[in-house]
């Protein structure tokens, strides 16, 4: 035999080995948890760096993938749109989660994004179950794994918060799981179970809430060391607990006593409580056991509450983090054991920021101030009046969108479009709104990526948004003078962590501007699944892969 037969023969059964090959690896994660830290500003990683432990934040960042520059691609920044966007993929023009509650103009009533009373509270029978995830209109993550699987893989949700539970689980979920503020439970809906789980009952028989109360809250370390916050005493923070005034320590006794265990969510035991429970349903489902990928939705939604009482910059905010900082640790050592260090990838983020508050910024001369939703339409029904002789034509001014009576518009021959921009051009003159826009404008012009009206755009959906949008100077708010708020397109809002941690993960960061739409397509790519249904943006992949 010739030498030119032997390279032929050599080089063909090198290439079937090859052809033999498997196109895509079986490298799938057992278990994906995705954890959602509500309002985490990114500057949070940074402001309590040297404050954190080895093994929580810093071990995520140090041996993860941090995605220094990620944003929110839309206007409004609440929690429900949040929560959506980061599972679905998409922004709420799609998803249709515009906002945590939002004006239907069809019933001309108050919808809360998670609201169902077609279903059935499971574990209470107070109207906190009745939710569902029914007005969230694109698939999750969550649903595609359990498509893809054939029902196989198990898939949870669980927060304190109601909609940070169900949203990201989705509508095929085994389970989401909430806390019930009128029984101090964990409880879910008819949408997801017909009653709750024996692990879960059993759970919720230990009353850690009271257990977590009685301990008081005291800063970790002596309060002198919280040298990255204001003093504990300043004039930025509202008290949620009812004290003479918000400084350390805060007593819970009183709360017990009267069996009002929904004041935990205004305390850094709310986090310590979810991630018990987070670690029960772990265990009890056996997550990440079997050759099905699982999944659990985490959301910690204490921070929220918290920063709005005390704002970004208290001494409460800060030892929340340190204390989170904790749990998130104990939640890695028990995933370690569990599931095993090459079993599980995590991804981290926040669903919104969040802003500094308004009078502590004047009182630095930086440019700030307050605005109100109500005097807005009381203005605006003045002007109607005066220049189309109806006040009524208004009907809602929320979440910065105003919604007009196109059944009178229509009655009266007014013209729509000229209308809205009278109205648009009357805003703008009021003081604190930086920018109004017809919705023509939002329904067929294009606009830049990064640009506030596009931020606008893709928060705006047209059956269901109002006839105007308008947008708020910077660190302009509707809030209450002490505390702060979110919802705004600008950094303070937008600008939140994506860390990426765990099986297929490389070390490293990135400073390219990223989205937080793009989550979603990044976990369906590494477990190898479809991008959910409405997904519209890019998976980040190409910079993760080991």
């Known amino acids: 035999m010739n030498k030119k037969i032997i390279y032929n023969l050599i080089f063909l059964s090198v290439s079937l080995l090859n052809f033999a090959q498997p196109i895509v690896q079986n490298t799938k994660p057992k278990l994906i948890v995705g954890i959602v830290v509500d309002q985490m500003r990114n500057d949070y990683i940074y402001r309590y760096w040297n404050r954190y432990g080895a093994n929580g934040f810093k071990r995520l960042v140090n041996n993860g993938f941090y995605f220094k520059n990620a944003h929110f691609n839309y206007i409004?920044?609440?929690?429900?749109?949040?929560?959506?966007?980061?599972?679905?993929?998409?922004?709420?023009?799609?998803?249709?989660?515009?906002?945590?509650?939002?004006?239907?103009?069809?019933?001309?009533?108050?919808?809360?994004?998670?609201?169902?009373?077609?279903?059935?509270?499971?574990?209470?029978?107070?109207?906190?179950?009745?939710?569902?995830?029914?007005?969230?209109?694109?698939?999750?993550?969550?649903?595609?794994?359990?498509?893809?699987?054939?029902?196989?893989?198990?898939?949870?949700?669980?927060?304190?918060?109601?909609?940070?539970?169900?949203?990201?689980?989705?509508?095929?979920?085994?389970?989401?799981?909430?806390?019930?503020?009128?029984?101090?439970?964990?409880?879910?809906?008819?949408?997801?179970?017909?009653?709750?789980?024996?692990?879960l009952i059993e759970f919720n028989q230990l009353n850690k809430p009271k257990s977590y109360l009685m301990k008081d809250w005291s800063t970790l370390y002596p309060i002198a060391t919280y040298s990255n916050s204001l003093d504990d005493k300043n004039p930025y923070e509202s008290i949620p607990n009812k004290q003479s005034e918000p400084i350390f320590p805060y007593s819970y006794k009183s709360f017990v006593e009267k069996n009002n265990f929904g004041i935990i969510r205004s305390t850094p035991y709310g986090n310590s409580l979810t991630k018990d429970l987070a670690l029960e349903c772990i265990r009890k489902e056996s997550l990440g056991k079997d050759e099905f990928t699982d999944l659990i939705a985490i959301s910690f939604s204490s921070p929220d509450i918290i920063a709005h009482a005390y704002g970004p910059r208290s001494i409460e905010i800060e030892d929340v983090y340190l204390r989170l900082d904790k749990d998130i640790e104990e939640l890695l050592t028990f995933l370690d054991k569990e599931v095993g260090k090459d079993g599980y990838s995590i991804f981290l983020t926040a669903d919104h920021g969040g802003a500094d508050v308004p009078n502590h910024l004047i009182k630095n001369k930086i440019p700030a101030g307050y605005i109100n939703d109500k005097k807005i339409a009381k203005s605006l029904k003045a002007f109607l009046q005066l220049n189309f002789n109806d006040s009524t034509l208004l009907l809602n001014v929320s979440n910065e969108q105003v919604f007009l009576n196109e059944l009178k518009i229509n009655q009266q021959k007014i013209n729509k479009s000229d209308l809205e921009k009278n109205i648009c051009a009357f805003l703008i003159n009021t003081i604190g709104i930086a920018e109004a826009y017809p919705s023509e404008v939002l329904k067929f012009q294009t606009f830049k990526d990064g640009d506030y009206k596009c931020l606008l755009q893709n928060g705006f959906k047209h059956n269901m948004s109002g006839n105007i949008a308008y947008i708020l100077n910077p660190a302009w708010m509707d809030y209450a003078d002490k505390g702060t708020t979110h919802g705004a397109g600008y950094n303070y809002d937008t600008h939140v962590p994506i860390i990426f941690f765990g099986a297929g993960i490389k070390k490293g960061e990135s400073y390219e501007y990223t989205t937080i739409t793009q989550i979603a397509p990044t976990i369906a790519e590494l477990i190898q699944i479809n991008q959910p249904n409405g997904c519209t943006s890019q998976p980040l992949n190409d910079k993760l892969k080991k």
């Open 76 to 199: 409004p920044t609440y929690t429900g749109p949040g929560h959506s966007s980061i599972y679905t993929g998409t922004t709420p023009k799609t998803h249709g989660i515009i906002a945590n509650e939002w004006f239907d103009k069809q019933h001309l009533s108050e919808i809360y994004c998670v609201n169902d009373t077609l279903v059935r509270p499971i574990g209470t029978s107070h109207k906190n179950g009745q939710m569902s995830p029914k007005h969230q209109i694109s698939s999750t993550i969550g649903d595609e794994l359990k498509m893809s699987s054939m029902k196989k893989s198990k898939v949870f949700g669980i927060a304190l918060k109601d909609r940070s539970a169900i949203l990201p689980a989705g509508h095929a979920a085994d389970g989401a799981f909430w806390f019930d503020e009128s029984t101090g439970n964990f409880v879910s809906s008819s949408w997801y179970l017909n009653e709750l789980p024996k692990w």
